[in-house]
């Protein structure tokens, strides 16, 4: 069956039931990000901490907004 064959029948389900299916895909795609990753390996994770030119950047932004909203 093919998704454009099942948005009808999806659309005609009680509000639960689309619930109920959420649920299902939602599980469903957890389970091939687990498949993903590697137990063991490590994985670079970006994070603003210590960005200083990020912090710069959007202090010229905030003060560019205060500029204008005036």
Do not use: C
């Not at 990020?54 to 500029?67: N, Q």
């Amino acid at each position: 069956m093919t998704v454009t064959e099942l948005l009808p029948t999806l659309k005609n389900l009680s509000r639960a039931d689309k619930l109920r299916i959420m649920q299902f895909l939602v599980l469903e795609l957890a389970k091939e990000e687990d498949a993903l990753l590697q137990p063991g390996a490590t994985y670079t994770v970006w994070s603003p901490y210590n960005s200083h030119e990020a912090a710069h950047k959007l202090a010229e932004l905030l003060e560019e907004d205060k500029g204008i909203s005036k």
